[in-house]
Antibody, heavy 120, light 107 residues
Framework: QVKLVESGGGVVQPGRSLRLSCEAS????????MHWVRQAPGKGLEWVAL????????YYADSVRGRFTISRDDSTNTMYLQMSSLRVDDTAMYYCARRVAAANMAFDPWGQGTLVTVSS | DIQMTQSPSSLSASVGDRVTITCRASQSIANYLSWYQQKPGKAPKLLIYAASSLQNGVPSRFSGSGSGTDFTFTISTLQPEDFATYYCQHSYNTPPAFGQGTKVEIK
């Protein structure tokens, strides 16, 4: 079945870096654009970044542009989010999601999430 | 950027009730509107896409309508498993954006 599994979260000090991974299975990963979305504790959903199916186009939320980098490796069916200069307000559950063009670009499915805590 | 305004932010309802949530976009998004359900500690789940299309496997008591700037999400007969938070989201352009969510609680 179609599945996304995030990993790489943890506790990190402000100003440090962390790399998240999203491993895909059950579909042709190289045919789909992919998103990162985050959710701060007790808050709503915030879109973070998008990478096109071939990696040629990348888009970022204003809140992370210049600090986060999205990438993908189609040979391993994995998407990444390199996070640097982390701030306390980056603390959140980070989800990856597939963009489904046939569903008017809806996000489906989502991974289970990986928790990033930025704290000194 | 397009902003999504969802209302109400929370509501209390009983099993069997009809529940309606509205979502308004700051500009026209045609039908590039999705609805998601999120239960505590779980990832969001797609229920409705293209404003009114039911995702495979989602019960028919869930429905959506609207186009342009105004959208509605309805649960026709609330079931115990439907108590959750619901989000609208536009995918008309980048950045995509979510509404602030509606928490459906037990009355």
């Amino acid at each position: 079945q179609v599945k996304l599994v995030e990993s790489g979260g943890g506790v990190v000090q402000p100003g440090r870096s962390l790399r998240l991974s999203c491993e895909a299975s059950g579909f042709t990963f190289s045919s789909y654009a992919m998103h990162w979305v985050r959710q701060a504790p007790g808050k709503g959903l915030e879109w973070v970044a998008l990478i096109s199916y071939d990696g040629s186009d990348k888009y970022y939320a204003d809140s992370v542009r210049g600090r986060f980098t999205i990438s993908r490796d189609d040979s391993t069916n994995t998407m990444y989010l390199q996070m640097s200069s982390l701030r306390v307000d980056d603390t959140a559950m980070y989800y990856c999601a597939r963009r489904v063009a046939a569903a008017n670009m809806a996000f489906d499915p989502w991974g289970q999430g990986t928790l990033v805590t930025v704290s000194s | 950027d397009i902003q999504m305004t969802q209302s109400p932010s929370s509501l209390s309802a009983s099993v069997g009730d009809r529940v309606t949530i509205t979502c308004r976009a700051s500009q026209s998004i045609a039908n590039y509107l999705s609805w998601y359900q999120q239960k505590p500690g779980k990832a969001p789940k797609l229920l409705i896409y293209a404003a009114s299309s039911l995702q495979n496997g989602v019960p028919s008591r869930f429905s959506g309508s609207g186009s342009g700037t105004d959208f509605t999400f309805t649960i026709s007969t609330l079931q115990p498993e439907d108590f959750a938070t619901y989000y609208c989201q536009h995918s008309y352009n980048t950045p995509p954006a979510f509404g602030q969510g509606t928490k459906v609680e037990i009355k």
